[in-house]
Antibody, heavy 119, light 110 residues
C-alpha cells in the first residue's frame, strides 16, 4: 500500500522560511515524478510544483517561482519543499502527491501539512 | 492561468445521477485530453477518480464516469450513494508544464 506522509508545517511570520518533507513508502518513488499541491483554507486545490524522477527538472506555478524550491532524495524516499520569503497568501495545507507523467494525473496523495503565514 | 470553472454546488437524491461540469479554455481542456477528477471528503486527502478524461483507476466504482466536449469536461455519478457526498475537483494540463485545477464542487446527497 502506498503511503505519503508530509511533515514540517507550522506557523511562520511573513518573510520567513519553512522546509516541508514528504516520506514515501509502498512504491519506488525514484520512478515517479513528484508534486506539491496546496489548498488554502476553504478554497480549492492549486498545483504548486513538481520534480522529475531523477531531480534533473522542476516546474513551478508563477506565484512561487524564485521563492519555493522542490527537491528529492531518492535514497531516502523523500520529497522536500523549501519555502522562502513566505507571504500571507501562501497559507494552506500542502499535499505531496505522485504524478503519473504518462497521463498527467496525480495518483497518490498524502494527508497534508498546514503552513500558516501570519504576524 | 485562471482556474477551471465548476459549479459551487450540486445535489441529488440517493439512486439518482448527477453531472458536474468543468469549463476551461482552448488552452487547456480544449486542447489536451489530460483531464482528471478528484474526490475530497472533509479533512481528507484528495482521491483520484478519473484520469485522461474518462478512465477509472483500479478500485473506483463504475458509477463514476467522465467525458469531454470542446472546452468543457464533465463528471457523472450514477446511482448516488450517501458516501459520494464530498467535494469534487477537476484538473487539466494547460501547456508549458502547468496544471490547473477547478474551484471545486460540493456534492450534497439529499
Amino acid at each position: 500500500e502506498v503511503h505519503l506522509v508530509e511533515s514540517g508545517g507550522g506557523l511562520v511570520q511573513p518573510g520567513g522560511s519553512l522546509r516541508l518533507s514528504c516520506a514515501v513508502s509502498g512504491i519506488t518513488s525514484s520512478t515517479h515524478w513528484m508534486s506539491w499541491v496546496r489548498q488554502a483554507p476553504g478554497r480549492g486545490l492549486e498545483w504548486v510544483t513538481m520534480i522529475k524522477e531523477d531531480g534533473s527538472r522542476a516546474h513551478y506555478v508563477d506565484s512561487v517561482k524564485g521563492r519555493f524550491t522542490i527537491s528529492r532524495d531518492n535514497a531516502k524516499h523523500s520529497l522536500y519543499l523549501q519555502l522562502n520569503n513566505l507571504r500571507v497568501e501562501d497559507t494552506a495545507v500542502y499535499y505531496c502527491a505522485t504524478f503519473e507523467d504518462d497521463g498527467d494525473y496525480f495518483d497518490y496523495w498524502g494527508q497534508g501539512t498546514l503552513v500558516t503565514v501570519s504576524s | 492561468q485562471s482556474a477551471l470553472t465548476q459549479p459551487a454546488s450540486v445535489s441529488g437524491s440517493p439512486g439518482q445521477s448527477i453531472t458536474i461540469s468543468c469549463t476551461g479554455t482552448s488552452s487547456d481542456i480544449g486542447t489536451y485530453n489530460f483531464v482528471s477528477w478528484y474526490q475530497q471528503h472533509p479533512g481528507k486527502a484528495p482521491k483520484l477518480m478519473i484520469f485522461e478524461v474518462n478512465k477509472r483507476p483500479s478500485g473506483v466504482s463504475n458509477r463514476f464516469s467522465g467525458s469531454k466536449s470542446g472546452d468543457t469536461a464533465s463528471l457523472t455519478i450514477s446511482g448516488l450513494q450517501a458516501e459520494d457526498e464530498a467535494d469534487y475537483y477537476c484538473c487539466s494540463y494547460a501547456g508549458s508544464r502547468f496544471w490547473v485545477f477547478g474551484g471545486g464542487t460540493k456534492l450534497t446527497v439529499l
